[in-house]
Each structure stands twice: as structure tokens, then as C-alpha cells.
């Protein structure tokens, strides 16, 4: 993985099917906390995922933590709450139909911290923002 990629969950576990990797993520963590079995049902409410310093997230409803999710398995699971408004239920998670555009544009900025983006915000936004740094405006 290149210092510029968006990072996903799925750059975490790379051992893992890409398509259980919120699973393989929950259960990593899960036997330090607790004997109960991992969550098997899904609540209809979804999250929606935004990057923040390089790295696809989103918050949980519930407590305002946050966790890393991934494209390839778009569940949230909080491991701060458990998920305790939906009942430990596995939430969804909304990406942006034009997330790989997203990701290039910030993809080409210098630091991690600079790559971020909102769902409120489009690829139009990005660019200006990237030509106003270029014009040597501090935002």
C-alpha cells in the first residue's frame, strides 16, 4: 500500500475475505470483552461513511465514536458501544457512488491529514479546494 492510498478497513486485516472483514475486525477484538456470541442480525438503519486523514469512517449513532469501514463489507459495528441503539445488531454502511473519483483527488494531496472528505461534499468542492491551496490560500 502506497503513502497515498485511502486507507479501509480491509488494508487492516489483509489475511481476511474482504467480504467479512467488519466481522473478522469485531472478532479480533470481541474475546477480550465478552463470551457472547458475536452479532449474527442486522438492523435496517445505516451509517455513512466519510475520510477522515486518509481513511474511509464512520460514526456510530449511538456514542459519536468512530470506527474504520471498508467498501468490500460494508458493515458498522461500534466497539465502543456495541452497537447499544440498535441491540448489538450489525448497522449498514452508505459509501458514495463515486468514491474511487473522491479518493483520486485526494489521493494527490501531500499529507494524510489533508485527505478528507464529507458526503456533503463533491468532487467539484475538492478540486476548488485543492486550487485555492494551490493559490496559496490557507483552509
Not at 492510498?5 to 467488519?22: C, G, M, N, T
Not at 460494508?74 to 474511487?100: E, I, Q, T, Y
Request: hydrophobic share 35%.
Amino acid at each position: 500500500m502506497s503513502a497515498t492510498e485511502i486507507r479501509a478497513l480491509h488494508h487492516l486485516f489483509k489475511s481476511a475475505d474482504p467480504s467479512q472483514v467488519a466481522a473478522v475486525q469485531v472478532e479480533a477484538y470481541w474475546p477480550r470483552r465478552y463470551v457472547a456470541p458475536l452479532p449474527s442480525k442486522h438492523d435496517p438503519r445505516k451509517v455513512d461513511a466519510y475520510i477522515n486523514h486518509g481513511r474511509w469512517v464512520a460514526d456510530c449513532p449511538f456514542c459519536r465514536g468512530a470506527e474504520m469501514v471498508t467498501p468490500t463489507d460494508p458493515r458498522f459495528f461500534c466497539m465502543s458501544c456495541d452497537n447499544s441503539g440498535a441491540s448489538g445488531k450489525w448497522l449498514g454502511v452508505r459509501f458514495p457512488k463515486g468514491a474511487a473519483e473522491i479518493e483520486g483527488v485526494l489521493k494527490r494531496r501531500t499529507f494524510p491529514e489533508e485527505r478528507n472528505w464529507h458526503p456533503q461534499e463533491t468532487v467539484k468542492d475538492l478540486r476548488a479546494e485543492d486550487e485555492a491551496v494551490r493559490r496559496g490560500v490557507k483552509l
